[in-house]
Nanobody
Framework: QVQLVESGGGLVRAGDSLRLSCAAS????????TAWFRQAPGKGREFVAS????????YYATSVQGRFTISRDSTKNTVYLQMNSLSTEDTAVYYC?????????????????WGQGTQITVSS
């Protein structure tokens, strides 16, 4: 039912900034939380940030706290991830997901819908 499309990835240099977008292309139904996860080669899917439907409750992994900001624009059915001060450790495929109960969980298996992912590569 729900289709999520990530965009905004690419090649950047350490210290640069970029913004990822996660668009719900078929529109929103009900209340749900949206999260960003990332997966680097040889690693599992890692929680990055999440935002509940209200938009006022956000959660961040300690590794990105203070550098990344997640936000929601309900009028556009889009969630953003502003990433500042990028480092090589941020290199990964980034995925957005939506749950069905508006919890903003750290656990990937709590999210029902996923986008296709977008690659972020940070060079030193």
């Amino acid at each position: 039912q729900v289709q999520l499309v990530e965009s905004g990835g690419g090649l950047v240099r350490a210290g640069d900034s970029l913004r990822l977008s996660c668009a719900a292309s078929v529109g929103t139904t009900g209340r749900y939380a949206t999260a960003w996860f990332r997966q680097a080669p040889g690693k599992g899917r890692e929680f990055v940030a999440s935002i509940r439907w209200s938009g006022s409750r956000t959660y961040y992994a300690t590794s990105v706290q203070g550098r990344f900001t997640i936000s929601r624009d309900s009028t556009k059915n889009t969630v953003y991830l502003q990433m500042n001060s990028l480092s090589t450790e941020d290199t990964a495929v980034y995925y957005c997901g939506e749950d069905s109960f508006d919890s903003g969980s750290y656990a990937a298996d709590e999210y029902k819908y996923w986008g296709q992912g977008t690659q972020i590569t940070v060079s030193s």
